[in-house]
């Protein structure tokens, strides 16, 4: 019988180590075709590097896993041999459950990174006196290791009262189980719950550091309970939990089993009273009567940190706000004026796509906003790249050849200067077509790598690829670069035919010995598969950088343990010091480190063949990095409030301010960070900043503008205050005057009237040597067309306002000897207008229907009726 049995147990784990077998050999094949992608491009030891790191702590894991489930098993046997009960919990079973934990908690390999490569901040916490790098660097793989022993524990103690439930079953009554129950498991269970005592004095201990960023206090942080009530009422319940550990194994060794739950119930006692209630008492009766005096020096504490922890070391200056902008204050800033966006990202992205994408399968994600030099003049320039989607392939074309070997990349850039108006509208493009021509060269337009690369290809087959359109026809091409994991054996299309469920890599006649694999081709999937302890900016930017193509992508570091500091919202700490380049034709990505802050020292000490040095970064390079917007709303959102630097005052929340909304469109929205190149007062050259200003709480006036400096000086901020008292309007105010412009509203009406959408860009809040100028774009779509045009530009100085087809007509109402509040005149304007419409109605038609002769004959037509409307406005 005995014999029969084990045969049934010897079938039933058969299954169990097929499966075993299954999942290793899958784990072996990820991990090797991932191996050969980071070997292709140069970047083997960083996956090596990432590998050991997660294999090490899997492995000790494992070992103290295996170990104690194993002592657990080893006691239950020792307690069965005395009771004359067959131990029937096989002991597959504990390598089975260590090997489970070991993979759940060996995802903290991040912490463990940090915890064994650590580094200084220099910076000491005020209460423990400790270096921050303990709080964000140790003390979270500390806890891990708590709570992955507290599974161990949990665990153990789970089969143990399962297994002795099971064995004594039988019993009628507890004193018969303890007459019954053997001095081993006494000793056993006294030990499980000394573990329990220990864990909670080992947890307790560790946890007072947290009360470093607690959220319970006037600030984020230890505020006055916590440093004077919670904190020493932990370390006494951490010393009484030891007492009780011990006090467990005396009772257990006496088998006084009755004794155990007293334990828990005194400290349960001790804890709700010294962490709840006497807390509790104290913040009522001694500290909120007296709040700012008694937390005064912890809201210090807090302001200083989150400052710190945030990057915000911000240059205050003062701005006067003069009224004395004037024909030669304009003229004398030219380098402002003539890169002032009158473009937004929103209409344009509509005209790119009308009139660039070319061909149905492809598409312009995005538009981003960079600076070039242009006919030797510094120009900021809105560019977006062309990408190829297969998605937009028509459903017949969606073969095997089509999505992998002939449809493989995208073709070029699109790009125009940020105020540069044709006479229908429309954007002035600088570069163009397909090839593209203009101004800036490029060598090698194709992208294979983007960001809608979703799909994998196989290049240099003997199949060639789509090239770019020409005429009627299309022009092919094979591939030349040093991109892909090469297909050079047998045995590679084998293991990537399984990776990627293809049975064509082995099928396929196209598939030689030269050609290369491509996957990872997404630039964020690309870039987060390298390095996965990075955090990715999501508005990847694409540039033209010695007549190559790259996307440039900024990468964070960001903790959440920063003694002190205010969490937004999940994090509480963040630098942006690595620019990612990824060359759009060969996939490969540098990781250049433009600040050696603490935790990007951290993770060069760990995979030191990744990072590269900012002093290696070519002057092109340099040129192209700006100020991420991503991390400068964070910045401007927390410096709203931390912006204060009396505690009263903070505590009070006397000066607290606001990011602006606006109207974009239709609706009310809260203004965007926005890129200008413009002169900063002291200086003597423009420069590319990114700058967004501020309004009181509740107030809609401007108080202060922050611009984050790109060029010389990267990285600096500046805050520029208005005098106090004095009245700079706030974009929602100027809003309100543009709605209350009778001129502009009828012909707002008039344009709506006619079956057009009246479009409003970004207000624009332009600082010229010390006084301050509002500009907002106008936009004109057709009902039935998709290409919005520019129609006026309003420019708002002091007490005037008008609106102009162009920002230079603009300047001029408003700084001539003439200017005048009042905008649109003239008896004949409304017909004009409809003129327009119907124009650009009927040359929209006959795009549609391909007629491009009378698209041309309407577009002359259409720049006849605007130059007479201008005359007629100009009246």
Known sequence: MEKKFEIIYDMRIIPVLFIALLISLSIALHLYTEFLWFESLNLDSVFIA??????????????????????NHFVLQKVSNELDEPLKLPFWMNPILALIVALLFSRTWLQYVYFTNSVDFNLKDPIFGFDVSFFVFKLPFIQSIIFFFLALLLLTILISAAYYGFVFRWVKSFDEFKEKFP???YIHISLLLAGVFIFIAVY??????????SPRGAVMGAGYTDVNVRLPAMGLVAILSLLFAAGSIYFGYKRNINAMPILFTVLALITLLSLVLVPAVVQKLKVEPNEIVKEEE???????????????????????AEDNLNVDTIERNRGTIDNIRIWDHRPLLSVYRQMQQIRTYYFVNDVDVDRYYIDGRYTQIMISARELSTDLLSPRAKTWLNERLIFTHGYGVVASPVNSVTKVGLPELIIEDIPPKGKIAIKKPEIYYGELTTNYVIVKTKQKEFDYPLGEGNVLTTYNGSGGVKLDSYFKKLIYSIKFADVSFLLSNYITAESSLMFHRNIIDRISTIAPFLVYDRDPYITVIDEKQYWIVDSYTTLDKFPYSAKYPTFNYVRNPVKV??????????????????????????????????DKMSKE????????????????????????????????????????????????????????????????????????????????????????????????????EFPKGQLIYGPMQIEARIDQNADISELFTLWGQVGSKVIRGNL???????????????????????????????????????????????????????????????????????QLVELYNKAMKEAGAGNWIGFGEYLEKLGDTISKLNQSVEK
């Open 50 to 71: 990432i590998l050991y790191y997660k294999v090490i702590l899997f492995v000790i894991f494992f070992a103290f896993g295996l170990v104690i489930f194993s002592l």
């Open 183 to 185: 001095p081993i498991g």
């Open 204 to 213: 307790f201990y560790f946890a007072r550091f947290d009360l470093l960023t």
């Open 298 to 320: 912890y809201i210090r504490y807090s302001i200083n940190f989150t400052r710190f922890a945030y990057g915000l070391d911000v240059k205050k200056m003062y701005y006067s």
């Open 581 to 614: 380049f990824i060359d759009t034709y060969n996939g490969t990505a540098k990781f250049y480190v433009i600040q050696e802050e603490p935790v990007i020292r951290v993770l060069m000490k760990a995979f030191p063949d990744l990072f590269i040095s900012a």
């Open 621 to 720: 390079e340099r040129a192209h990095i700006r100020y991420p917007v991503d991390l400068f709303e964070i910045q401007a959102n927390v410096y709203a409030t931390f912006h204060m630097d009396d505690a009263k005052t903070f505590y009070n929340r006397e000066d607290v301010w606001e990011i602006p909304q606006e109207v974009l469109e239709e609706n009310r929205t809260k203004m965007e960070p926005y890129y200008v190149i413009l002169t900063l007062p002291g200086n003597d050259k423009p420069e590319f900043l990114l700058m967004l200003p501020f309004t009181p709480k509740g107030r809609d006036n401007i108080i202060a503008w922050m611009a984050a400096r790109c060029d010389e000086e990267y990285g600096e901020i500046r805050l520029y």
């Open 764 to 834: 624009l809040v332009i600082p010229i040597e010390n006084s301050i100028l509002y500009i907002e774009p106008i936009y004109l779509r057709a009902e039935n067309a998709q290409i919005p045009e520019l129609r006026g530009v309003i420019v708002v100085y002091k007490d005037v306002l008008a609106m102009r087809p162009t920002l230079d007509e603009a300047l001029i109402a408003v700084f001539g000897e003439e200017a005048k509040p009042e905008v649109v005149e003239g008896e004949d304007v409304q017909d004009l207008v409809k």
